[in-house]
């Protein structure tokens, strides 16, 4: 069998994803279309033997393999960093159980930074996962079209920029003396009293703040995209076709359906939000005081500033298990698309 | 196809050049001279490797240049001055050592100390690098990177040029470590000198002093903050509560403290302390905890501050930024003066690195860093003291650092460790201002003392800062 | 879909100005307080233009001045020289990786792939420790081959499951047509699976990249004088400098311009990218 030419199948591929949506179709997790696109035939048949020759494995699994080792040593060296006995500037990994974890757990801050981590994982998540449903919905009901690729572009421009950048101009915005919000705000005649990043009962919510304004448009086009399955759309448009309110239709058709994608989200989110650490740390520092301190930069200052390194990497230790927690369920589900 | 495989390799191929390029040239220079290496590649325009190649090339026959490998994190307005100054002086005596500087932004050094810790754990240390004394120094010389200097202070006869309790701050079990040159003084109160002829108020000395002028101000003039402080860095919350708690415990029991020699629990004057320290919060800027300490001293040439307690090293941002000039403008006392007039300091110094590769070339540096010749430029511009005492105050243009310079000369001894240069190992040191930060936003006097307490413990700060004597 | 609703369509307006305002907002602010004079930022007068727009503060940040000491053109260099290299490797090496992972079912293969998943989430407060003492050991640190190794630590897992998202729905019958004619496996990638997967590779090259330009606590953490990138530097001058607001903002642009760049010109693969990267697996 002589083989299609190179550019030809480049054509017949760049024909059949031409649109984005076909292309996360055949990407997306609903994307049953994989298997519809290749040919029953080539399903049916046995695949060629499953074992590779050596060159093979060096090409194709070495390179991901070494960084994959290196990755999971550092993981293990850490843990046994944070039980040994390093603090100062030198090395010392003198074996001292563990002490560290006992000592974070009798330290106020380290309570005060899990209580402010819990709030990110909370405020965090829910509401960027609410207003990205809310608005991928409405963005669906446009009555104009021209709106949506407007909006997409607005929203998703901050997933370009850095959280140091964003952090800046918020920092900003948020002077209580002379920021951008207050002085707008007096120039409406508004005598505002916010006193934003600089009142420690309220500053995380104004940091958290800035993480959704961020994050809001990839939420936005995640949401959309499990939007995007045909299944869906049918069920859509039986319910629209029977009546039911468009409210109806979101709560008891859409949510319930994109569960899958919403894993997905939610998962990425509540990953970003444990491992914040430019915001607070370009914006507030931790302070007033250590109010808006959390785990990951502790683990900093702990490291770096405090040399207490044995400290610092019994943190990271106890971030990468909560992280741990947190992929469990979407690894399992992943492992089992991947392999079906 | 091979168009696309062409077009793959060319990219891959520009792509390693470019990420290639510096690193290439330091393997390279690397196994030639040792020295050179990391610093030739800095400034790293991206050039194709022939030409880095014939760089190294040509750089080989020549004879071996003297160099000094620096480090330092003086990179601010004022401080990158004084570090040219500095340079300059020591070219002025040896002009044909090459200066190779590593500036390392952030302030107090916390970013220098990562890479040096980096570049120790390498193998490849620097000659010299910035140090501050007390507890920082101790941890360089605890973790075996400084070399004692005990020779060259004896030929210098440096213990007898500066204040003794500057030269115990720098000596570790009987041998000096480390060659000041200049002493920071961290209590001084700086003050709206317009405002005060205005209201016909005299600068406090005590707190009991400093409310009441607070209190004036506040009635004049209520929308502005009497006190400007910026908490950011977390370290502005601590000095002003220094400044009452040095009134209230008196000097000799405040560095009993910080050695960890009383408990807070039973302390009295700790807890006093914090309650007057409270009861300052009314004067001080609601925003403070979103400033950082130039920002905080910028309020008052911005006029929405009439005082603010920072070290020597404000009269430069007061002067540079904000327009100011000393004695004019703005006036400056130390605060408090009550039991006694104290001067918490720290210094700035350098030393000479366990394994420098150039040992020879940074003992004549450090003889230069002991002479007035670089003493006088550079402390005039950074805004510190001199170390040296014999040098004449009025070298100095303001009249600010030319009496407190004199009160040094007269009164050696009143000088104690201050929050950087700290008494305490600086891992409670760091801790200890953020439960003072948080106290001034949060305040709560018995659970603070409890975590003070308790930071004492944990940190073991009676063993670690045992080293400490004074007077 | 579409609605004709009137309550819809006022929501929707209503919703368009709010997000016009959110996100214009910040961006306007900072242009035009770019080219301000420190006088004019000290007025106040956020929202009103300047008259004489300053060009030269965004000379002052690049090349540095004494107000500015930080120069932005070096860290640009070398947050470019390090971004490019590790989005050329690691979609070199991932792509192999994953077109591993998505052609073998053996346990090794489902090994790997749940080691690999974990790793896309690995929090690098959890390695960085083990990271800086290596990289310090090894005397990459010193040079842009620390933070390159490292951000490949990370990239490359991340570059292997998209780029293996995107083989899963390759037509296999292509490959197996080549292997009927006796072409290896590693030809077969190369000349079949490569060539049609470029729009994939694009997609994952933009994705890393915005992520390797825009990382912080990893550069911060290795950033020694000689390699440290914008993001360090822009922290630096928002830190230590005296409040020049409109500087700030100028250096604030110059480092977001290049991702930027690539988003407003590669707009589309960037969608498909952040997608991909969120539906991995």
Not at chain 2, 9 to 31: G, N
Not at chain 2, 363 to 382: N, R
Not at chain 3, 190 to 216: D, G, H, K, L
Request: glycine share 6%; net charge neutral; charged share 15%.
């Amino acid at each position: 069998m002589q083989f299609p030419h190179p550019y030809r199948i480049l054509k017949i591929i760049n024909k059949r994803f031409r649109s984005p949506s076909q292309w996360l179709a055949l990407t997306s997790i609903q994307g049953r279309q994989v298997s519809a696109i290749t040919s029953p035939v080539v399903r049916g048949r046995k695949r060629r033997r499953d074992q590779l020759t050596l060159a093979e494995f060096l090409v194709f699994v070495v390179p991901l393999l070494i960084f994959v080792v290196i990755l999971y040593g550092t993981l293990i060296w850490t843990f046994y960093v944070s039980l040994a006995n390093w603090s100062g500037i030198a090395a010392n990994y003198e074996f001292a159980g563990f002490k560290w974890y006992q000592s974070l757990f009798n330290n106020i801050r380290f309570w005060v930074d899990v209580q402010n981590n819990l709030k990110w994982l909370i405020l965090g998540v829910i509401p960027t996962v609410f207003l990205a449903i809310f608005l991928a919905y409405l963005l669906e009901l446009a009555p104009f079209p021209a709106i949506e690729s407007y909006i997409r572009t607005l929203i998703l421009y901050p997933v370009a920029m850095s959280f140091i950048v964003t952090g800046t101009i918020w920092s900003w915005m948020y002077e209580p003396k002379r920021g951008v919000f207050n002085t707008i705000l007096s120039a409406l005649g508004v005598q505002s009293q916010l006193t934003y990043t600089t009142n420690p009962s309220t500053a995380t919510y104004w940091l958290i703040l800035i993480f959704i304004w961020q994050y809001l448009g990839f939420a936005v086009i995640i949401v959309q995209s499990s939007f995007r399955t045909s299944e869906l759309q049918e069920m859509i448009e039986a319910a629209t076709v029977d009546g039911a309110s468009k409210l109806r239709i979101l709560f008891s058709i859409i949510i319930p359906n994109i569960r899958s994608g919403l894993l997905v989200l939610v998962s990425l989110l509540l990953i970003s939000t444990l491992k914040v650490f430019d915001i607070v740390y370009i914006v507030t520092f931790g302070g007033p005081g250590i109010s808006t301190d959390v785990l990951s930069l502790y683990m900093f200052i702990a490291t770096f500033q405090q040399h207490l390194v044995s400290m610092g990497a019994a943190l990271g230790v106890i971030i990468f298990l909560i992280a741990f927690i947190i992929v469990i369920p979407y690894t399992i589900y992943a492992l089992r698309r991947w392999f079906e | 196809m091979k168009k696309i495989f062409a077009l793959l390799s060319a990219l891959m191929i520009f792509s390693m050049i470019l990420s290639a390029c510096a690193p290439q040239t330091v393997v390279q220079t690397v196994v030639v001279t040792e020295v050179v290496t990391q610093e030739v590649v800095v400034e790293g325009t991206p050039q194709v490797k022939e030409v880095v190649k014939t760089v190294v090339v040509e750089a080989t026959p020549e004879p071996k240049k003297p160099q000094l490998i620096i480090f330092n994190w003086w990179t601010a307005p004022g401080e990158r001055e004084a570090a040219d100054a500095m340079y300059e002086a020591f070219k002025a005596k040896y002009p044909d050592v090459e200066i190779i500087e590593n500036p390392t932004p952030g302030g107090g050094g916390v970013n220098q100390r990562v890479v040096l810790q980096a570049r120790m754990t390498a193998g490849l240390p620097p000659d010299t690098f910035q140090t501050l004394g007390g507890a920082e120094l101790k941890a360089y010389v605890d973790a075996g990177q400084l070399e004692p200097l005990d020779d060259l202070w004896a030929q210098l006869d440096y213990a007898n040029k500066i204040p003794g309790p500057l030269a115990k701050a720098v000596t570790v079990d009987g041998h000096p470590y480390v060659v000041p040159l200049n002493m920071h003084i961290q209590n001084i109160l700086y003050y709206n000198k317009a405002l005060f002829d205005e209201l016909q108020l005299t600068p406090p000395t005590n707190y009991d002093e400093l409310v009441a002028t607070c209190e004036a101000i506040k009635a004049a003039k209520p929308d502005l903050a009497c006190i400007g402080l910026g908490s950011k860095e977390k370290w502005g919350d601590a000095f002003v509560f220094d400044a009452v708690f040095m009134e209230e415990a008196g000097p000799a029991d405040y560095v009993k403290f910080y050695k960890g020699e009383l408990d807070p629990a039973t302390f009295e004057p700790f807890k006093r302390s914090l309650e007057k320290f409270q009861a300052l919060a009314p004067y001080i800027n609601t925003d403070h905890a979103g400033l950082t300490w130039d920002q905080a001293t910028a309020l008052l040439p911005g006029g929405t501050a009439a005082m603010t307690l920072m070290g020597t090293w404000a009269i430069g941002a007061l002067e540079k930024g904000g327009g100011w000039k000393a004695g004019m403008d703005f006036g400056a006392v130390t605060f408090p003066q009550k039991p006694e007039r104290i001067l918490l300091f720290h210094p700035d110094t350098y030393g000479l690195a366990k394994g420098a590769p150039n040992p020879e070339t940074t003992l004549k540096w450090l003889e230069v860093v002991a002479s007035p010749e670089l003493q006088i430029p550079t402390d005039v511009i950074q805004g510190g003291l001199f170390a040296r005492t014999d040098i004449d105050p009025t070298e100095f243009p303001d009249p600010i650092r030319q009496e407190l310079m004199q009160y040094v000369r007269d009164n050696p001894d009143k000088l104690i460790l201050d929050q950087h240069g700290s008494i305490a190992p600086s891992s409670f040191t760091s801790e200890y201002w953020n439960v003072i930060a948080s106290f001034l936003v949060q305040p709560d006097v018995n659970a603070t003392i409890q975590q003070v307490a308790s930071l004492f413990q944990q940190f073991n700060v009676k063993d670690a800062s045992a080293w400490y004597q004074w007077p | 879909m579409k609605s004709k609703n009137i309550t819809i369509k006022i929501i929707v307006i209503l919703t368009l100005i709010l997000l016009s305002f959110a996100y214009l907002l910040p961006v306007y602010v900072m242009i035009i307080t770019s080219l301000k004079s420190v006088q004019e930022v000290t007025v106040g007068n956020y929202l009103i233009p300047t008259g004489s727009p300053q060009f030269v503060n965004y000379a002052e940040v690049l090349f540095g001045s004494v107000r500015f000491r930080s120069q932005m053109l070096p860290r640009l260099l070398n947050s470019m020289i390090i971004s490019f290299s590790v989005t050329f490797l690691s979609a070199f090496f991932g792509g192999l990786g994953g077109y591993y992972l998505s052609r073998s079912k053996s346990t090794f293969a489902r090994v790997l792939f749940i080691l690999v998943g974990i790793a896309l989430y690995m929090p690098l407060q959890a390695i960085i420790i083990p990271l800086v003492t290596l990289m310090a050991k090894t005397r990459l640190l010193l040079t842009h081959w620390g933070l390159i190794v490292s951000y490949l630590v990370l990239n490359v897992p991340l570059a292997s499951v998209l780029m293996g998202t995107f083989f899963l729905s390759v037509p296999r019958e292509l490959e197996e047509a080549a292997e009927v004619d006796g072409a290896s496996k590693i030809q077969t990638f190369f000349r079949i699976v490569t060539p049609i997967s470029m729009p994939a590779y694009v997609s994952v090259a933009i994705i890393i990249f915005t992520q390797v330009w825009n990382e912080f606590f990893l550069a911060l953490s290795l950033s020694s004088p000689s390699t440290q990138t914008v993001q360090v530097v822009m922290a630096e001058a928002k830190g230590t400098t005296l409040v020049l607001y409109n500087l700030q903002m100028a250096a604030a642009l110059i480092s977001v311009f290049v991702p930027l760049l690539f988003f407003l010109l590669l707009g589309r693969y960037f969608i498909r990218g952040i997608l991909a990267g969120a539906l991995k697996g």
